[in-house]
């Protein structure tokens, strides 16, 4: 056995992340492990896949963030099971990890509920590599629309259809119907892009169902402002290649549909062979334990916690706090001093944009909304992005988007391949 | 017919793109063409290979470029030939493009001397998509290192070899050095970056064969310097998964393995059914025009002109020069006037750099080397990037760069299969 205690911490997101970075200094040997070599900032994910921002801006190499902390190590690899008998977590190229302390912080994935066959016809957005694929489709569908002759197919292939109105959904809508009705309008000459009809489909009789509704209220007359077609009350009930199909038998011809409607998270709980919910969560214990076994915590997206009646949502502040508190119980017990007990999420409030001086604040005790709301919610995400370089990046390309209305990240990256894939 | 002459540029290169901007305002309809929807600014590529810069840095939608020039508009497609009989250019897809005049500037690509089987071992760095993926090559085998327990095998992944010692295989050595001896030494915790082994493999007897033999004196002490191992005079006879072998019998284990050695024109030969030099370059007339095919023009890398009995290079000035030239012939002879007659190659400098404070320029009458060549070069770089916002995201890059001695577009973009792949 080694002579430190080892802590191995599965996921380089805000969880996982924050947990190494609050175990700096301490005399363990930690290593994180991660399927990718960067940390994401998911809440700018939108943005890339609109052509607002590239994958570097919005991401960071963990290796990058964690070099000089001397107790850390970074692997990429795969975590394919964990054998909790042995304590060891397993790679999937056979690698195996033994652990005295675990943090699982491994996320979650869009679900299709149970209709995955939709995922090829309806990409989600949660890797970058779903940002590029989305925007390979945006604008390949109205490349495809200028060299057709055939105004149905122009008609069909200037559809672009987003399922699920929360947050994602709605800045996804915002973020495509400014593309197309702001920035390309001088870019194409057999069509006009200003035609280009975007749908956002929700299942619920409102859009961001997590806000109050009078926000609600607001980011719909904002979206159709802006040229967004909302479908409230609509379930989906169909998707293929040529659109979506509803509950009331009426369909929607889209050559491109993206998914922003459900959450699963990642198989920790399989992993575990402990009780999941309804979402693939593990219910954890309140000091974010797992039952049944000691020293193993889950955090993040694919941890389930009640506090004050409410699930704790699943949002970058909750897992970076969820990743600290983790961090001081494991200080607390290494050096046999009381634990810190329950952990208590604090709610600074919930963000959404629609676009262009538009967003939506709810700070429970203030509700703000429109130009001031954006400013604001422009100044947080520059300011949580990780690094003055990314900070700087991104103020100057919000900058220069702002002032030309222009996207200089439309750039559809891919092989040839690639190119000849539509859908 | 359509009433206003055609005019069919394929490529939006330095060339292509240069012919269209000079064409602005012509009482003509212009079709760019290409397969790409951006344009890319090569000479800077290499630092997106080596994780310094973005693709979208170095690239430029074209329908961006050319959005509010009324006479031109801009089709994404795949020439497969060309019909000189009825004048019209066949793309992949079945479509057609009539043309009045054709403006051929279809670039270069890599070649490896009958050897095509080496390509996969050893990728080139010609396009977007080749950059990246070098990019990926380059990271994953340091994560590979990493990772592996085998001292021999760890050997074999920290050994870059690149093949060609012009100007991007100095510049990629000198790159792939600094990446692993200045900016990666904190990341990783079972290997040691510095020892990264780079070998630099050239057939002649000096770098930088096209500058003066001062100025690869130069080169070569400042690669050595940067420790770069530089093999002179050396013949490579086999490229494989484990490496390189070399005319005298000899071997080089090395997992990574780039190509910077041969350069082969794109197909308008083919297409036009007209003679081509060994470099397949269509032997064009003293005014870019093509030998027996009237109104078509080839420009750039896919052109060789000699001139004062040199070959006019294959380099960026060239090829805008010649579409300049090729766009006033185009607006003489539409005007009735003389047509400006044969083409001037104004040769302005050769410039390479080799690393951070290093560099090389010949201006013929000059001769720069070092800290005020590499400054020169960064700002040269600089000036010519289209767009304010490239060239400011370019600036505030390099200038973390500089001061951090930092890498953070070092992502691994790609699919799980991406990850998997290692040559």
Redesign the interface.
């Known amino acids: 056995m080694s002579p430190l205690p080892r802590i191995v911490i599965v996921g380089a997101g805000f969880g996982g992340l924050t947990a190494a970075r609050a175990l700096d200094g301490l005399a363990v040997d930690l290593t994180v492990v991660d ?4 940390h994401l900032f998911q809440p700018l994910l939108y943005q890339v896949a609109t052509a607002g921002l ?4 919005v ?3 963990v ?2 963030i964690l ?2 902390q001397k107790n850390a ?5 795969e975590v394919t099971s964990i054998d909790a008998t042995t304590r060891e977590v397993l790679l999937s ?1 056979g ?1 195996k990890l033994a652990y005295d302390w675990l943090i699982l912080a491994t996320g979650a994935t869009h679900t299709y509920f149970g209709n995955d066959q939709w995922e090829r016809h309806a990409p989600g957005l949660k890797r ?2 779903d940002a ?1 694929l989305i925007r390979r489709r945006l ?1 390949l569908a109205l ?1 495809r629309a ?2 057709s002759g055939d105004p149905a197919e122009q008609k069909k292939l200037m559809t672009f259809a987003i399922v699920g109105a929360g947050p994602t959904g709605v800045e996804l809508a915002g973020a495509i119907a400014e593309l197309s009705k702001k920035v ?1 309008i ?5 069509i006009n892009t200003r035609d280009v009809r975007v749908v956002l489909v929700e299942g619920a009789d409102r859009v961001l169902l997590s806000f109050p509704p009078t926000l609600s209220a607001f980011a719909l007359a904002e979206l159709e402002k802006k040229g967004v077609d909302v479908m409230l009350n609509t379930r989906v009930t169909g998707c293929d290649a040529d659109g979506l199909s509803f509950g009331d038998g009426s369909n929607l011809d889209a050559a491109t549909v993206l998914w922003a409607a459900g959450v699963a998270a990642s198989p920790a709980a399989r992993w575990l062979d402990v009780p999941a919910d309804r979402a693939g969560r593990v219910q954890v214990l309140p000091d974010l334990g797992v039952p049944g076994h000691e020293r193993v915590f889950v955090i993040g997206d694919t941890a389930a916690i009640v506090q004050n009646g409410k699930q704790v949502p699943g949002v970058a502040p909750a897992a970076k706090q969820q990743g600290q508190h983790v961090a001081k119980t494991i200080r607390a017990a290494l050096a046999g001093k009381k634990s810190p007990g329950p952990f208590k999420y604090r709610d600074f409030g919930n963000l959404a944009t629609i676009g262009r001086h538009s967003a939506v604040i709810d700070f429970g005790f203030l509700r703000m909304k429109g130009l001031i709301a954006w400013w604001l919610w422009g100044i947080a995400h520059v300011y949580f992005l990780i ?4 900070r ?2 991104v103020a ?2 919000w900058f ?1 988007n702002y002032l ?1 209305y ?1 996207r ?9 391949e690639d ?1 000849k894939e539509i859908r």
Chains 1, 2 share one sequence.
Do not use: C, K, M
Request: no cysteine; glycine share 8%; aromatic share 8%.
């Open positions: 399927r990718r070599n960067f590239n994958p570097s801006d991401a960071w190499p290796r990058g070099s000089r190590r970074v692997l990429l690899g190229d690698r970058v590599d590029t604008l490349e200028e060299n390309l001088h870019d194409f000459r057999a690094g003055a370089r990314n700087s990046l100057t390309q220069f030309s222009s200089a990240a439309r750039l559809i990256v891919g092989t040839d190119y």
